[in-house]
């Protein structure tokens, strides 16, 4: 529309200024036939005076010479404003705009001929005609009453949003005319479809299941209308639903009573399971009882074993100990006799660890049994000087002649 107005002004301005100055140089052309006039005339400014030949015939080409250019521009600014007059006419009418959001039906001398696209577009307007149509979403307000399955009568309000595809905007143009008519075929196909779908449904299923009923309106909305209307339903939203005064203090009263049963049940199972917790907490003391003794007793049966094993680890302990020292004071002895008599210890480790000890004399020979209790002997003697502690025995006479030792 702005480049329509633009060039009507621009054309408007050559026609103005074009015609000015055609009109110009016609004013023009009557004031150089003046001045001829006056030139060649007596009783002009020449005065009354006899021109000759020569200077008329001057004064002649002169001006002629001048009409001449008068005429030619005259002829030029004539044919530029005509021109312009025509570009004003024909021009800003061929030039149709298709903004966006917008699809136009071309109409060849009143036939669909094509689709014009948002933009700049040239068509002759004495035989094209531009019919648009927006490509937006549009919306349709539906409100009406319909029935249930149970006979309630119920108010729907509903909004349904749809686009028209513009791909097939001509078989809009050429079926309907304008899309007025369309959305009144489209609103009468919607009010169809939602009253058989509340029709399938009683009111307490409307009530109890609105989203699911929205749905299958819809799902039967969209298979009516996008095939074979030109359109893509983008939502249909039910936006009320009113029932009778009579009905809805029905369901209001069922409501309060549904809801005293829920709290008496709701009542019913906290006792249940207040009764349910109070068995599972006697269980688990009992349970807990039992396994307190259970542990007890196992406690006190491992105390006694532990004493047991410490009573016989004590034992070998002392066991282990007693040995110890014997076979140390048999080592010392052996060692001891060996000392005494000259001889050597040796010992010998057989394979599986055992060990034994044998005695040798100095030539390396294992020392006999009667060289043994030599070697003893030696040793008895050998402890009783060096365990005696200096005294002399006391001897004591006794009767019948028996003589009886006292050691001190």
Known sequence: MAIKITLFIIFILGIIIFGGLTGWKISKRGILKNDYNEETDFGGKYGRREIDENKTKEIADKYNAKLFLNRIQIVLFSILTIIMLLLTILVPGNIHQVNTGEVAVV??????????????????????????????????????????????????????????????????????????????????????????????NTATD?????SQISANISKTVDNSINTGYYVNVKTIVLTNIDFTDDFEAAVAAKVAEEQKRQQALIEQERQLAEAENN?????????????????????????????????????????????????????????????????????????????????IDSEKNVITSEQ?????????????????????????????????????
Do not use: C
Request: net charge neutral.
């Open 372 to 408: 043994l209790a030599k070697g003893v002997e030696q040793l008895v003697k050998v402890y009783t000087i060096e365990t005696w502690d200096g005294k002399l025995p006391v001897y004591q006479m006794g009767e019948n002649g028996l003589v009886t030792v006292v050691t001190p």
């Open 206 to 210: 409307v009530i109890n299941n609105r």
């Open 279 to 359: 068995k599972q907490i006697a269980i688990k003391n009992a349970q807990a009882e039992a396994e307190s003794a259970q542990l007890r007793a196992n406690a006190e049966a491992e105390v006694a074993r532990i004493k047991a094993q410490a009573d016989q680890d004590v034992a070998k302990i002392e066991a282990d100990t007693a040995l110890y020292a014997g076979q140390k004071n048999a080592a010392i002895a052996l060692q001891k006799l060996a000392s005494v008599n000259g001889w050597t210890v040796l010992t010998i480790t057989e394979a599986d660890g055992t060990q034994y000890s044998k005695l």
């Open 107 to 200: 109409r060849h001398m009143g036939k669909v001929s094509g689709i014009r696209e948002a933009g700049i577009h040239w068509d002759f307007y004495m035989t094209n005609s531009y019919q648009k149509f927006d490509t937006k979403v549009r919306e349709i307000k539906i409100d009406t009453q319909t029935y249930s399955k149970d006979n309630q009568i119920i108010a729907v309000q509903a909004d349904l949003q749809y686009t028209i595809d513009s791909a097939q905007v001509d078989k809009i143009a050429a079926e309907y005319g304008k899309i007025n008519k369309l959305e009144s075929k489209i609103k009468s196909i919607a009010l169809d479809n939602i009253k058989s779908v509340f029709a399938q």
